[in-house]
Structures are given as C-alpha cells and as structure tokens.
C-alpha cells in the first residue's frame, strides 16, 4: 500500500507523465452499469497539468468533460486509473480525507453558479473563507468582491443579481482562499456571448495575477483558446491534447 | 501530509452563521412551525393532562375527606416527618339513648380540623338542606344524622345520654365527605368532640376502634409521606387515596386518565410525524449546500455538527417557543374550564418546561435522523450533477436511531410499557396497512380519472403521476385523520358511556335497614307514592374465611395478603334474578336453582385469586356456611344501584336473620314523601343519595369538558402534519406550474387541478382514516376503556368530508401562489 502522502506513483510504475504535475491522471476509466450492460463513460485518460498552467477540456455534450473534471477534482473516484492531485494519490483518500485536501487550495467555478440563495453576495465569498478558517476572512471577502466588480452589491443575494454577476460573485468565491487549483465547470454556459466574454476576461485576469492552476471544461473554442493547452475528448477518450 | 481537520468550534461557529443567515429567507420558517406547534400541542396536553388530573384527585380528596386517608385499629403516633394539614378522629359504635329509646350509632370523634378536604353541612332540622359549616359540634354538644332522630323520638336541641355523658343536639348532618364509603348497614352517624369522649367512658381497653387520620397537601409533599409511610405500615392498617376512597368514581377517572395519556402520545406521534415530514423538506432543500461545502473541504463528520448545531439551536428555540406556547393556552384555557380548580392548583413548575423542551429536542432529534444521515452523506459530485441523491444510509442504522429515540420518548409520554407496546404495534402494523391501502385507492382513482374531465381529471393524473409522493402524502393525511377521530371517538364513546351510568331514574335513595316484616308494608308505601324502587335485597353480614378448606390468608398472593376484602364484614345476598348492571363474564347465573353456590363479583376474584369451582366459607354469626362458585359477574359500581360482591344461590341465606335493602328514586317534587316514610318506619335507614349524584355529575361534566378540550388540540397538531406534508411538495409541484404555465395552461385550470387534486387526497385519506379508526376503536375501546364495541356509521360519512375540507383548504392556501407567480420569476427562483 502506497502510503498516503507519497507525491508520486509509487517506484516501477510506468512513469510516463511528468512528475512535477498539480494534477496528475494516468490510465483514467469510467465505468457505470446500465440496463443494457456498462457503459464506458471515460476511457484511458491521461494527463497532467503543472502548476500555474492552464488547461482546457473540451469535447461534445456526453463526451465525459464533466465526469473527468469531478474526477480530477476529487468528487468522485475512478473505475480505474489514477490520480493525483497536490502531490496525495486521490485513491488511497477516502471521501472525507479528498474534502481535507481540498479545503482552501481548491477553488470550483460552475456553470450553475451555485450560489448559497440565503446569503448576500459578500457572504457567499466569505463561506470557503470561513470554513478555512482564515482570520482576516471579512476582510478578504470584500476585497475579492471589489477585485470583481461588485462591492456595490456586496448585500444583495443572488436572487437580486444578474447571471453575469452571480458567476463574478462565484469567481472571486473560487479565488478568495488563494487556491493552487480552480476548476471551472463550463463557466459560460448559462450565459448570454457578451456577459461570457467578460466572464472569461476577469477569469484569466485573476488567474494570470495569482498564478493559479486552472482546469476548465468547456465546449466554447473561444474560451478554450485562452488556456495554454487543451484536451479534446471524444465518446471519453483523448482525441487530441494540444498547445492552443 | 495530512491535512488538519476543521475544529469543531469554527463547524458550531459556521453552523450558527449559516442557520442566522437563512432565518432571514425564512428557510426555517417550515421545520420551525412544525416543532413550535407540536411542541405546543405536546405540552398543552401535557400541561392540561396534568392540571385535570390534580383536579380529579382534588374532586375525590372532597368525596373522601382527605388527600390520604390512614386507617388503624390502634393509634400511630410516629409518622414521617410532612409539611400536610393534619386531622384525628376515632371511631367507634356506641349505644345513643334518650328515654326508653336506644340506637346503635357509629360515633366519630373529631378535632377541630376534620374534615381534611371537602366541606360538611350542618342543618336545623332534618330534611333541610343545611349550610356548609365546622363538623365540630361545640363542648357537650353533637351533631347526628338525621336517621337517628325518629328512632329516639328526639329533635335537634334535644338531650341524649352516650355512655356516661349527655349531650345537646345540636345539628343534622345532611351531608359529609366519604358518605358513600360504608353506605350499607351503618349505623346512624354521630359527630362528638374528641376531647369529650373521655367524659363519656365509653372506651374501655379492648374497645374496638378504628383511628382515622387524615391529610391534606401539596402533591409532592403527598407523595413523599406516602411512599414514606407505606413500608410501616402492617396488615390491620390502610392507606387510602383520594382516587381510590370512592367505588363510583373510580372507573370514571381510570378511563380519563387513559385517555389524557392517550392524547399525549397521539399529540406527540403527531408531532414527531409533523417534525419528521418537515425535516425531510428541510435536508432536501439543503442537499445543494451540503454538496457545495463538501467541495469546499467539509467532512462528513463537519457537515454532521454543523447541521446538528443548526437543528439543536432550532430545537431549542422552537420547543421553548412551543412550550411557552402551551404554557399560555392551557392557562387560559383552564381559567375558563375549571375556574374553580385552577385557583388552587400550582402554577406551572420548571419540571414540566424542561420535559418539554427535552421531548422536543428528542422528537426532532428522532424524527430528523433518517433526514439528517442522508443530508450528511450527500456526494460532492452533486454540484456538477444536480440529479444525484445522497449516497444510501443504510436503512437499519438510520431507523434503529429514530426507532430508539422515539420509542424512548413514548414510553416517557405514556407512563406505561404495555401502552406503548400495543401503541406502537398497532401503528406499525397499520404503517404496512395504510401504504398498501392507500396504493389500491390510487389504483381506483385511476379507474375514476377515466370517467372525469378537464381539470378534475388533470388533477387526478397529478396524483397517479406521483404514485410514490402520493402515497406519501395520503398516508401523512390519513394518519393524521385517523388519530384524531380515534381519540374523537373514544371521547364521544366515553362521555356517552357516562351519561348513561347515571340515567335519569337512577335511585337517589337507598333504604337500608328494612326488616323482614317491614318487606311488605315498604313495598306497599312506595307502590302508593309511585316511586320507582330496585328489587328489595336480603343483607345478610358475613365474614370470608375459607377457601376450599384453607383459611383464605394462606391461599393469597403476598401483595393480596392485607385485602381489605377479608378484614371487613362483606353484604352478602341472594337472589334468583341477576341484578341490572351486573353482567356474567363466567360459569352461570343459578338462576331458580336451591344449591350451595354462590355468585362473586369479578374484581374480588381476581383480587383475592378465585376461580369458578373454588369452595368459600363464611362465618355469619355462630354459623359458617359453604358455597361453591357457579358464576363471576361484572359489577357496575358507577351505577348507584344496590351493588353485592357477593351473592347466594336461593336456600342457604333464607334461614338466617337478615335485613332489606333497596334503591329508591325520590322525584324533587315528591321529596315530602321522606319524612313521612322516616315515621313510618322508624328502625329503616334512609341515605340520601341524591348530593353525592350530582358531585359526581359535575366531576363528570368537569372530565368531559376536559376531554373535550384536549382533543380541540390535538386537531391542531393533525393540522400541522397535514400543512408540512403540503409544504413538503410545495418545490416539486411548484417546477411542475411553472413547466405547464410555460406549456399554457390557464392559471384557473391549474388552480382547479391542484384543487382537484387536494379534494381526492382528502376524501381517500378520510375513508381509509375511517377503516383504522373503526379497526383501532374496535380493538382498544374494550382492552382499554371497557366499552361496548359498535360501528359508528356517521364517521364514514364525516371523514371523508371533513379529510375534503381539511387537505382541501389548506392545500388550496398553501399552493394557490404557485399558480400566480410569473412563471420567469418561478424559474429564477428555483435557479
């Protein structure tokens, strides 16, 4: 058994991927059972992102980008395959341990925003802070609300706010604990093409500035041709991992 | 490296914060509604229940003369150390003369502070009514029943001589607490002072006595001497409490106490059903969050004491306001019930407020656990997939949580295992019942959609569509239509049950005393004057000694072994007619048949551990006679007719000295009738039944008011299982408007589907809440409450309505919006 805080695979494995990776996957497979037999969601995913670097998943509706992202990210775990995310191998991590290791350094960006409805913008930007158990967490809030735009709005609840601004609000929610990795799950796609454009601006705009690793499923090449490389999965397979 | 994990403070800290924040969405406001109004409902009744059964003891303090009652052939002057008013008396039969005149009495001598409890009315003459007033006559003075002056042609200012003494008449007594204890061949009463019955050297070692010693006080003071007293007391002593002192009362506050602990556990039930409904809305609508916090880095273990923070604090908050909600109702509500008892009894103590917000807090504890588990265990993934459920729990672990603490808390509730047990038997074997049930009237409302049209027929496929939801929710309705009408039931049967104990025509006389040679001139002044009078029973004294050759004390049981039963001289009867309000249960009545058996009534025997074929002697005068049991009867004390534990088969009793007795009914307006048969007979004793009948007419009254109340408030605790039942569905029935306004439909056809739909969740949740009912009240009102059994042919008609009415209105208030709301708006709420 490999112990747990080993940075990385374990010696004889085939170590074909770069050793220095934030995210690590290898030989990364999906499996789920469905009436009519399983159903290969992913299958042989490698990759691995080093850190400050950007990386887009793109690929066609039901081609497993978000399955791979929920993976890497830690929220579920493989068939088969490994990985690794901040130098801990995810496999030898039950559920709880996974929550552990991302409390602070992971940050997530949704397509649904996923805003808490009952807290004010500002809160919402607090809630990773707090659960980090940061000091200075008020404070950090209204400074990533200002870094977005939106200390105006810093009462209003989400109800209150545009698409637009509920996704900067879930930006800065995503940044504000100083995470070594963001993952953003299609982060345009409940928005209209100009609030997208601006979405997308501020995000590599903070990312560039903190020097984030950043993970972003997308099915739009205009955002995908922002990151540094891109990976294209077609039916949960690498059909192409390219420089953008 | 292993990451820390969160402190538990900061998890409390973020759990309060959060719970602070959705208070202002109002989140809360469901769950909280739930707990405050069955908390509330929980502790009125409680608080109710626990007012009307003070005041029932107070009412039988007044029937006995004291709260505790000691009773001893020799004088106790140890007791325990008490903070209770205390009186003395001694009792003892004396011959009372006046002239040639002489009757046997039965003199009580008394301080200055008997009785204990109740009042005593002292009158001029006989036949008045008399004015409450002291027992205490005053030195050289007594105060007699009436009885007693036609058989020394004496009046009230009269001189009579006891033993060596004579003294001044001074007062009737028409009516003293404990009358109805020794009613049968008492000797006329006499009331001396204790401190002149040394004067009259009656008492002369030897002399049998009883010492009676009363007390008065404050339940806990009461309980304290009682369970204090008890161990030193031996087998000629008895220790007798308020509820017990009086035969007719008896029953009537066995069955009130059943069904004040009836309501508390159905007012809990519904309340854990309200609570339970209501959290499992609540964890739903948090699965989002509870996602998002898991992404954030929270554990299991964070995410488990930050939503037990949050439902403790709720708890809390919502139990004290319940609690403080049914301290306020129950005091109004008394005030205007029982104005008089409330003034005395105690004001609320801290016992009570605690209980409450305890069995609040183990109520949402227990109902929310299921929900809970499975809000904790929600996967992370969920933030990418909004349709994946929280990993299983497996279902053992989270119903073996509920099942212990709730079981828990009703066993605390109803005082009693076995009531719990059959409770909680009956209520799962009618889970299974219902949910089979209520999926085979969803069958046949399909069968009833095909027939209807338009929205009526819309609402129907809404249910059909929801089969799973549907049966969720019927089921949630008829429980809570069921439990109410059961206690409904018990009430109606109850309170009809009592009326019936005191009809009308019931005697409100007993002449007791008739001689042999009197049988037929008595028989002969009541024909005339037209009153309706009982048979006349032969009264023949007697003492049980034997069973089947043994003396009965080596045949009890040790709890037995100080039966008063045996120490006692018993009225033994017989008769060829079994007597009105008894019924056989056992063997079979003698009838006309001249043979050595006898009759007994069912309580003795199973006091005294008898059984059909047992052999008993009795010791009557120098004789002792022997009888074999034929038959056991069920005897209705309550009935105020002549009553006999024991009776003869005809030709064993028929030689030996007896006396007769009969219940007579003396119509107010004939009560002129009394004195003259006083003069005609002047060796027959005549008890006036009438005060003690309408005593317990208004305990009775006071009971089912009482009782009457409590289920007022359990409506309400049904009302909220139904409203968070409604309030459950509120989100999915919600995105389904919005869906079909997007579509087009018409708000009216909508609002008249969703009405549809709630009327024939009503009408099926009342016919199958009438089924239970029917079944349960079968199966509890004779174990429990010795009723008859019957069908009740009005509920089938009433149920259903009312279940219409009910879930009707309310799922009409609590959903009409849902039809108004633009549906852009609708869409953007749901996000």
């Known amino acids: 058994m490999t112990p747990p805080d080993s940075p990385r695979f374990p010696a004889g494995a085939p170590s074909a991927l770069p050793a220095d990776g934030v995210v690590i996957a290898r030989a990364l497979s999906q499996r789920v059972a469905t009436a009519d037999g399983e159903l290969a969601i992913l299958s042989d995913v490698d990759l691995a992102v080093a850190a400050g670097e950007t990386l887009a998943i793109t690929g066609a509706s039901g081609s497993g980008k978000s399955t791979l992202l929920g993976l890497l990210a830690g929220l579920d775990h ?150 540094q490389r891109r990976l294209r999965l077609v039916a949960g397979r690498v059909a192409e991992a390219m420089p953008a | 490296m292993k990451r820390p994990t969160i402190p538990l403070a900061r998890m409390l800290q ?11 969405s109002g989140e809360w ?34 029937f006995l003369g004291a709260d505790l009652l000691v009773t001893s052939p020799r004088p106790i002057d140890a007791w325990p150390a008490h903070r209770l008013t205390q009186s003395h008396a001694l009792e003892f039969a004396s011959m009372v003369s006046r002239g040639d005149a002489f009757q046997l009495a039965t003199v009580r001598a008394i301080d200055a502070r008997y009785p204990a409890r109740g009042t005593v009315k002292i009158a001029a003459q006989p036949f008045e009514p008399g004015v409450p007033g002291r027992a205490l006559p005053p030195p050289g003075a007594i105060h007699v029943d009436q009885e007693l002056l036609p058989l020394l042609n004496a009046r009230v200012g009269d001189r009579v001589q006891i033993g060596a003494a004579s003294f001044l008449i001074a007062g009737v007594v028409t009516e003293e607490p404990g009358q109805l204890g020794g009613v049968f061949g008492l000797a006329p009463r006499v009331f001396l002072r204790a401190d002149d019955v040394a004067q009259a050297e009656v008492l002369q070692p030897g002399s049998r006595v009883t010492y009676l010693y009363q007390f008065a006080g404050d339940g806990r003071a009461l309980a304290a ?127 009570p407020v605690l209980a409450g917000v305890a069995s609040g807090l183990l109520a949402l504890a227990g109902a929310s656990a299921p929900a809970l588990l499975r809000l904790v265990r929600v996967p992370p993934l969920r933030v990418l997939r909004r349709d994946l459920p929280p990993l299983p729990v497996a279902a053992w672990i989270s119903a073996l ?44 409302g399909r069968g009833v959609q095909k027939l209807s049209y338009g929205p009526l027929r819309f609402g129907l496929a809404q249910l059909l569509r929801h089969r799973f939801d549907s049966t969720l929710q019927l089921g949630a309705f008829t429980l809570a239509l069921f439990l109410v009408a059961l206690l409904a039931l018990v009430r109606s049967d109850l309170v009809d049950g009592w009326r019936q104990q ?51 004390e080596a045949t009890l049981p040790p ?32 009838g006309q048949r001249r043979a050595a058996e006898i009759s007994i009534e069912a309580g003795m025997a199973e006091r005294l551990g008898l059984a059909l074929g047992d052999e008993l002697g009795f010791v009557i005068g120098d004789q002792t006679i022997r009888a074999a049991i034929t038959s056991i009867r069920s005897v209705k004390w309550d009935s105020m007719q002549p009553n006999f534990f024991v009776i003869f088969a005809a030709g064993q009793l028929d030689a030996l000295p007896a006396s007769y007795l009969a219940g007579v009914r003396v119509p107010d307006a004939a009560s002129g009738v009394l004195p003259e048969f006083v003069r005609s007979f002047p060796g027959v004793t005549v008890l006036a039944l009438d005060k003690l009948i ?136 749901l996000g």
């Open chain 1, 78 to 227: 493989p068939t088969s395959g490994k990985i690794v995310l901040l130098g801990q191998r995810l496999d030898a991590l039950d559920e709880d341990a996974r929550a552990r290791l991302r409390a602070g350094r992971i940050g997530f960006v949704f397509q649904s925003f996923q805003l808490l409805p009952a807290l004010t913008a500002l809160e919402n930007i607090l809630l990773p802070l707090e659960l980090a158990g940061r000091t200075d967490a008020r404070e950090r809030a209204a400074h990533w609300l200002e870094r977005v735009g939106l200390a105006a709005r810093a009462a209003h609840t989400p109800r209150q706010l545009s698409g637009g601004e509920q996704q900067r609000i879930a930006i800065a929610r995503a940044f504000a604990t100083d995470p070594q990795v963001v993952f953003a799950d299609e982060p345009t796609g409940n928005l209209d093409a100009d609030t997208g454009a601006r979405i997308i601006e501020l995000l590599f705009d903070l990312n560039a500035r903190a020097g984030t690793t950043l993970v972003l499923v997308t099915h739009d090449d205009a955002l995908a041709s922002r990151c």
């Open chain 2, 14 to 24: 973020l759990g309060l914060w959060l719970l602070r924040r959705e208070r202002a």
């Open chain 2, 29 to 62: 406001r469901v769950l909280l509604l739930a707990l405050v109004i069955g908390v509330g409902s929980v502790s009125t009744t409680g608080f109710l229940g626990d007012r009307f059964k003070r005041a029932m003891s107070e009412e039988g303090a007044r």
């Open chain 2, 225 to 351: 001497f009682t369970a204090a007293l008890k161990p030193r007391l031996d087998r000629t002593q008895r220790l007798i409490g308020a509820r017990e002192g009086v035969e007719t009362l008896r029953g009537a506050f066995a069955n009130a106490d059943r069904y004040i602990q009836l309501t508390a556990l159905i007012s809990l039930l519904l309340a854990v059903a309200a609570i339970a409904i209501a959290a499992h809305r609540h964890a739903v609508r948090h699965y989002d969050q509870a996602a998002l916090l898991r992404c954030m880095g929270a554990t299991t273990a964070d995410l488990r004491t930050l939503y037990i923070a949050q439902l403790a604090t709720l708890g809390v908050i919502g139990s004290l306001a319940g609690v403080a909600l049914g301290a306020l109702l129950q005091a109004s509500l008394a005030h205007l019930l029982l104005p008089d008892a409330v003034a005395r009894l105690p004001a609320l103590g801290a016992t």
């Open chain 2, 401 to 444: 949580v509920s099942a212990s603490l709730l079981l828990a808390l009703t066993a605390w509730y109803a005082g009693e295992i076995k009531l719990v047990g059959i409770f909680l038997g009956a209520l799962a074997a009618l889970g299974l019942v219902l949910a089979l049930l209520a999926q085979l009237a969803l069958g046949l």
């Open chain 2, 502 to 552: 005191l009809p009308a025509d019931a005697p409100n006389h007993f002449l007791v005393n008739i001689a042999p040679h009197q049988q037929q001139a008595v028989a002969e002044f009541l024909a005339r004057h037209r009153l309706a009078a009982s048979e006349l029973y032969p009264m023949v004294r007697g003492r049980l000694v034997t069973k089947n050759g043994q003396p009965i």
């Open chain 2, 559 to 590: 709890e037995q072994a100080d039966a008063s039963t045996l120490r006692r001289e018993l009225n033994l009867s017989h008769t060829v007619t079994l007597p009105a309000n008894n019924r056989v249960v056992a063997g079979q009545w003698f």
């Open chain 2, 694 to 829: 309408a005593q317990v007419g208004a305990v009775f009254g006071q009971i089912i008011s009482a009782i009457q109340l409590l289920l007022g408030f359990l409506l309400a605790a049904g009302m909220a299982v139904v409203v968070a039942t409604l309030l459950a569905s509120l989100d999915a029935r919600q995105q389904e408007a919005v869906l079909l306004r997007t579509l087009g439909a018409q708000r009216a056809y909508l609002a008249k589907g969703l009405l549809s739909e709630f009327v024939a969740l009503g009408v099926l949740a009342g016919l199958l809440a009438t089924v239970c009912a029917e079944i349960a009240m079968a199966l509890i009102a004779e174990r429990l409450f010795d009723l008859p059994l019957k069908l009740h042919p009005w509920l089938w008609l009433a149920l259903p309505a009312a279940g219409a009415l009910l879930v009707g209105a309310s799922g009409w208030l609590t959903t009409r919006h849902i039809t108004r709301v633009p549906p852009m708006q609708s869409i953007r709420a």
